[in-house]
């Protein structure tokens, strides 16, 4: 390092030795100009810098001012650049499949109470199963901290997002934890096994019975009103040394997923042929008013929406309707986030 930077580093270097005082200099009573010289050059600074013509009762006052603001300011860099904590790991006992830990509550509620419907069967294949790493108390205090810096105008890391390979390397599992988790999910036979970018789940593929076997469950069917729904039949257990890095396991039911709020609605245009009542995307533009925007032009042109679901959906379903409806056809891209699993987990086939 050379010139502006060689220099940046030798003031500081300095800065940052004088901050690791032991703070003698404030106790001391010294006279004002003895003590601003003593202080530059404890700091290596010129001595240009303390020859000041002032009174010695305000050199005194501004000197320690300006030490104790420059080692305010030196340390609230220094935690703003210090560089990120490697995860720890926290899997440190052998991994012994007949010790075991409960992963409590794991078994949804929704199946406490529908009606079992049977064993599955054990070659039943189940895609995009998940194992959840949790965070290290020390790493959910970490994250707590940033994003109150991110949100702070006078903080250093104002707004300063971070990408999700930074994210990983922060707050995701430690690399040991994450393989020994990989190699215990290989010797139970699962396959696809992969980790996530933000490295805190690992999904994997395989069979009922792998999952029974590995998880100390029983899947099985249930019945809740005309619905047919799977789920463990007991809460999830995972090897005992994992307890302290795992949070719990996911996919393993369709419980879970979110059910559609939408409500019916009561449209008032009717077919003169049947009875019936239709609303189709131009029967929306005249009841919200929006053919003024469209005919001035803010038709949506060059402009994408994104749509986040759990499962891929039948593109020639929504092809049928643009045409149905008169529309021009727009079909959606299909983008399978990387490393989330299959798009479907439903082995029941409904």
Request: overall charge neutral; proline content about 6%; hydrophobic content about 40%.
């Amino acid at each position: 390092m050379g010139g502006l930077g060689a220099d940046w580093a030798r003031i500081w270097a300095s800065l940052t030795s004088g901050c690791a005082m032991d703070g003698n200099l404030n106790a001391k009573t010294v006279r004002p100009t003895e003590g601003t010289k003593a202080m530059t050059e404890r700091r290596n600074f010129p001595e240009s810098w303390y020859q000041m013509n002032i009174s010695s009762a305000f050199a005194s006052m501004r000197a320690k001012a300006v030490y104790f603001a420059g080692c305010t300011a030196i340390l609230a860099l220094s935690a703003a650049f210090a560089p990120a904590q490697t995860p720890e790991a926290r899997i440190v006992t052998p991994v012994d499949n007949t010790a075991r830990a409960t992963l409590t509550g794991s078994r949804p509620p929704r199946a406490q109470v529908a009606t079992d419907a049977g064993r599955m069967p054990g070659d039943t294949p189940l895609q995009g199963a998940t194992i959840y790493f949790s965070r290290s108390a020390a790493q959910e205090s970490a994250i707590e901290a940033l994003i109150a810096a991110q949100q702070n105008p006078a903080s250093p890391q104002y707004h300063q997002w971070l990408t999700p390979d930074q994210f990983a390397a922060q707050f995701g599992a430690a690399d040991a934890d994450l393989a020994k988790v990989q190699t215990w999910l290989q010797s139970q036979g699962f396959t696809g096994i992969e980790v996530s970018r933000n490295r805190s789940v690992i999904s994997f593929s395989g069979t009922t019975a792998q999952i029974e076997a590995a998880f100390g469950t029983e899947m099985h069917y249930y019945k809740s009103g005309s619905e047919t729904h799977f789920a463990p039949s007991s809460d999830l257990s995972i090897p005992a040394a994992f307890g302290a890095a795992v949070l719990t396991v996911g996919n393993v039911t369709d419980m879970l997923r979110p059910k559609s709020q939408a409500q019916k609605v009561k449209p008032e245009f009717t077919s003169s042929q049947t009875g019936g009542h239709f609303v189709q995307p131009g029967d929306v533009a005249v009841i919200y008013d929006i053919n003024a925007a469209y005919n001035a032009g803010y038709t949506g042109q060059g402009q994408s929406i994104a749509i986040v679901g759990q499962s891929a959906v039948v593109v020639s379903d929504i092809t049928n309707f643009q045409n149905a409806a008169g529309m021009t056809v727009r079909n959606p891209t299909l983008i399978l986030m990387p490393n989330t699993g299959a798009s479907t987990i439903n082995p029941i086939g409904y």
